[in-house]
């Protein structure tokens, strides 16, 4: 933002910037609360870059520039990080099925017997 207050920047480095601090972000906070509260805080803040770099540098391609890559950075998170907790889940499904399937090689209770406990390994030795 200073620097695209003083000229030290390229008007779409500047932007690109700003996309690139929300991802990081965007993508943890995007896990920790509901969908809902995430789009509705990334409008809020999607608001107040833009109120900054209309103070800076006010021409209407350019905050309709920054407004393009809020809006991506921030959709971009949440689609990343609903989509890789979805995947996670059915993963840990599954792993969960497996393990409570009868004759699997893995134990259930996890007690520790190295497979010799027939409640935990469903009475099959490794």
Do not use: K, N
């Not at 805080?41 to 103070?55: E, G, K, M, P, T």
């Not at 979805?86 to 792993?95: G, H, I, K, N, S």
């Amino acid at each position: 933002m200073a620097l695209a207050a003083v000229d030290g920047t390229d008007p779409v480095t500047a932007r690109l910037a700003v996309g690139a601090v929300l991802m990081p972000f965007g993508l943890p906070y995007a896990l920790t609360v509901p969908m809902g509260v995430f789009l509705r805080r990334a409008a809020y803040l999607a608001v107040l870059i833009l109120a900054a770099f209309a103070v800076v540098r006010g021409d209407g391609l350019g905050l309709f520039a920054t407004v393009l890559v809020t809006a991506f950075a921030s959709a971009f998170s949440l689609i990343a990080a609903r989509c890789g907790a979805w995947t996670l889940a059915v993963l840990w499904e599954a792993e969960r099925a497996r393990r409570s399937r009868p004759g699997s090689p893995s134990p259930r209770s996890g007690c520790g017997s190295g497979g010799t406990c027939t409640t935990c390994w469903g009475g099959t030795s490794p």
